[in-house]
């Protein structure tokens, strides 16, 4: 399911037209100051997403013709594209402060979603810079929105006014909320899940993705940290897909590089408080001192994943 059928299919259908393109990049601010409520989050999201595309494709088109790539070109893109996705970051924030302000806390589907779909795009522009670690860090955020969220609106007083929303969506035509009391949580929040299952396996993609390029980085000692939390991502994908073929397209290269290296999944993928008690005197050379020091800060960013 895309973030918003109809939105999506606005700007996607524009994506090769470097027009749009430049309008976007010169009136993003103006387009997301005149939406109201959620649709500014929604909005920051889309011009983000179309401005950094641009960017990824001068990348690769560079690396592709073998020829130094525009840096100008890129950099107003990619930077662009990463403010206006902060922008909306903020602005979502800021409505979540305005109405606990007002006494208003009940939750908006729509807001979730926008704001989780959000930090997808602000995490793959991390990485595209990379910076993994703040990368992680977004993608927590969105697994919050995700997670904390469903469980908040099926846990919480707002339970009606959840379900009138959920009725309206066209999504969720032809499924029956006359349950018991009892029930009625439970299906609630099935539904949800189902709603927001797109944003889920994005999350999980992101995150096995972000771990695979630090993965490729670090020194061989410190690989086992990173490799079991990829086997868990791995086995949830294969579980998910139901088919081989596209479990190996999206991460053959992965697999294979994993099993290659470690034909069994590490058994002590996590010594984190080994790491932290390294003798500062050791006989380690300074990059590997720095590369102890970069695991351990992950380890709180890791330990969410």
């Known amino acids: 399911m895309a973030v918003n059928v109809d939105t999506f299919a606005m700007f996607d259908k524009r994506r090769d037209d470097p027009v749009f393109m430049d309008y976007l990049l010169n009136h993003h601010s103006e387009i997301v100051n ?5 649709d500014k989050i929604l909005y920051s999201m889309e011009i983000s997403r179309l401005l ?27 930077k662009t594209a990463l403010y206006i996705a ?17 006494g208003d806390d009940v939750p908006d589907v729509a807001y979730n979603h926008y704001m989780g779909w959000l930090y997808v795009q602000y995490s793959m522009m991390l990485t595209e810079t990379h910076r993994y670690f703040a990368a992680m860090s977004a993608i927590v ?11 908040k609106i099926t846990a919480g007083d707002h339970l009606i006014e959840v379900l009138e929303v959920l009725k309206k969506m066209p999504d969720l035509e032809g499924v029956s909320f006359n349950l018991s009391a009892k029930q009625l949580p439970n299906k609630v929040e099935e539904v949800l899940q189902f709603l927001f299952s797109d944003l889920y396996d994005a999350i999980n993609e992101k995150k096995l993705r972000i ?10 000692r410190y690989r086992d940290l990173f490799a079991g939390y990829i086997y868990n991502l791995l086995a949830y994908f ?11 397209y999206n991460f053959g290269e992965v697999v294979t590089t994993l099993h290659k290296e470690y034909p069994e999944k590490p058994e002590k993928y996590l010594d984190i408080p080994d790491l932290s008690m390294k003798d500062a005197e050791n006989k380690e050379s300074e990059e590997e001192k720095e590369y102890a020091l970069w695991v351990v800060s992950g380890g709180l960013a890791l330990s969410y994943l």
């Open 238 to 248: 294969l579980d998910r897909y139901k088919d081989d073929k596209k479990f190996f």
């Open 141 to 151: 955020n969105a697994e919050n929105y995700l997670v904390h969220d469903i469980y």
């Open 52 to 78: 950094a595309r641009v960017a990824v494709q001068e990348r690769c088109k560079a690396e592709f013709e073998k020829r130094p790539r525009d840096e100008k070109k890129y950099i107003n893109y990619h």
């Open 86 to 102: 902060r922008k909306g970051i903020d602005i979502g924030v800021n409505m979540v402060y305005d109405a606990h302000d007002k």
């Open 34 to 38: 005149k939406k109201e409520g959620a």
């Open 211 to 220: 771990l695979y390029k630090v993965y490729k980085e670090v020194p061989n």
